[in-house]
């Protein structure tokens, strides 16, 4: 194998790939030790990022749908279907991210981000949606459920 000299500064693409030739050469003492462990947590956090992302939109749709009756169509249960099926697909094969579901202060982190996604998108006021999701979880995440008038 080559000398490696890409430094994760430089070029992290280069770096990463440089770093998983050393791995599988068995060269554990060239390794980037440091910036391996920043990575790796960073595929946490991404992770972590795209469930509330999905979360967010999910949501935003669900209060779309309850405040904006006139408006329902079918590119509105089109997204919510998507949104449900992926978020459900993600906790399936990352199962550690079930708990986030539960945690009041990403739940609420999430909320906000769909309240300001609703309120952009229809033009309602921010205050006039509720203050916490009024929705249990396993509803807003069961396939056809969509809050009543």
């Given at each position: 194998m080559e000398n490696i000299s890409t430094t994760y500064e430089t070029d992290v693409v280069a770096w990463a790939n440089e770093q998983a030739?050393?791995?599988?050469?068995?060269?554990?003492?060239?390794?980037?030790?440091?910036?391996?462990a920043e990575?790796?947590?960073d595929v946490g956090k991404s992770e972590q990022?795209?469930?509330?992302s999905r979360m967010a939109v999910l949501l935003?749709?669900?209060?779309?749908w309850k405040f904006q009756p006139a408006m329902r169509g079918s590119?509105?249960?089109?997204?919510i279907t998507l949104q449900r099926k992926r978020i459900i697909r993600r906790i399936e094969s990352?199962?550690?991210?079930?708990?986030m579901l539960l945690d009041a202060e990403w739940a609420d982190d999430m909320w906000s981000d769909a309240i300001l996604s609703a309120a952009k998108e229809t033009g309602i006021e921010v205050m006039v949606f509720p203050e916490t999701c009024p929705w249990p979880m396993a509803d807003?995440?069961?396939?056809?459920?969509?809050p009543s008038d």
């Open positions: 030739q050393l791995i599988r050469a068995g060269k554990f003492d060239q390794l980037d030790l440091e910036h391996l990575e790796i947590e990022r795209e469930l509330a935003a749709h669900l209060l779309k590119s509105w249960t089109a997204t990352t199962p550690s991210l079930k708990p807003v995440l069961t396939e056809g459920w969509l």
